[in-house]
């Protein structure tokens, strides 16, 4: 499956963006979804996720209550909407796709990943 991630930019901290990945070559639905960030000199980290039907949504605690993690399996579409954003949120979003259902908080699983898109929060 192909993935193309948009929706990144320059924003002041408390502000919101909403970033997008669209999906192609796939059934969609067969894959969970998720969003990790890595920002300079530091590792990817797992930002948020979902199950393949959507009914099961994970955050980590960094994002939790702040970003929400939506999909629309017709138009085979994955949403991050982010909100109260702060400048540790400064990284490149990279969205990902896993044939399995779980254990989705860890990079490894995924199976194809986009291209990324950088956030920039400015203080």
């Known amino acids: 499956v192909q993935l193309q991630a948009s929706g990144g930019g320059l924003v002041q901290a408390g502000g919101s963006l909403r970033l997008s990945c669209a999906a192609s070559?796939?059934?969609?639905?067969?894959?969970?979804m998720g969003w990790f960030r890595q920002a300079p000199g530091k590792e990817r980290e797992f930002a948020a996720a979902?199950?393949?039907?959507?009914?099961?949504?994970y955050y980590a605690d960094s994002v939790k209550g702040r970003f929400t993690i939506s999909r629309d399996n017709a138009n085979e579409m994955v949403y991050l909407q982010m909100n109260s954003l702060k400048s540790e949120d400064t990284a490149v979003y990279f969205c990902?796709?896993?044939?399995?259902?779980?254990?989705?908080?860890?990079?490894?699983?995924?199976?194809?990943w986009g291209q990324g898109t950088q956030v920039t929060v400015s203080s």
């Open positions: 990902g796709a896993s044939f399995g259902d779980y254990g989705l908080g860890v990079a490894n699983v995924y199976d194809y």
């Open positions: 070559g796939r059934t969609f639905s067969r894959y969970a």
């Open positions: 979902i199950s393949r039907s959507g009914d099961r949504k």
